[in-house]
C-alpha cells in the first residue's frame, strides 16, 4: 500500500514537472534572461490536493556562446524524503533553439 502512494506521488510529482518544464520552454530567450541569478520557488497544489515545492533556477551553461541553462527542481514537500528531487532541464542558444535535442 505504501509503494502504491509513493509511486502515486511520484507520477503526480513528474505531471507537475512536465508541466513546468513545458512552461519555461515556450518562454523567449530574452524572458529567460530576466531570470539569471534569480532562482524562483513556489508552491502547486495537485489536482488530489498534495502541494509540491517546485525550484526554476536559470544560469549561463556557457558564457561564451551565452547559451542558458534552466532546471526546474521539484520534491513533496514533506520533509520525509519520500521521494528525492525530480528534475529536468534544458539548455536554450540565443537564437530561441534548443542544444542537445
Known amino acids: ?12 510529482a513528474q505531471e ?9 520552454r515556450q518562454m523567449s530567450y530574452s524572458e529567460l534572461c530576466s531570470q539569471i541569478g534569480e532562482p524562483q520557488a513556489f508552491e502547486v497544489e495537485s489536482p488530489s490536493g498534495r502541494v509540491f515545492q517546485v525550484e526554476v533556477m536559470t544560469f549561463w551553461d556557457d558564457k561564451r556562446t551565452r547559451d542558458l541553462r534552466v532546471i526546474v527542481a521539484i520534491d513533496d514537500s514533506t520533509g520525509m524524503g519520500v521521494f528525492d528531487y525530480l528534475r529536468d532541464s ?12
Not at 507537475?16 to 519555461?24: A, E, F, G, T, V
Open 90 to 101: 534544458f539548455i536554450m542558444a540565443p537564437d530561441g533553439s534548443f542544444i542537445d535535442e
Open 16 to 24: 507537475i514537472l512536465q508541466r513546468q518544464i513545458d512552461r519555461l
Open 1 to 12: 500500500m505504501i509503494r502504491r502512494r509513493d509511486d502515486e506521488l511520484r507520477a503526480e
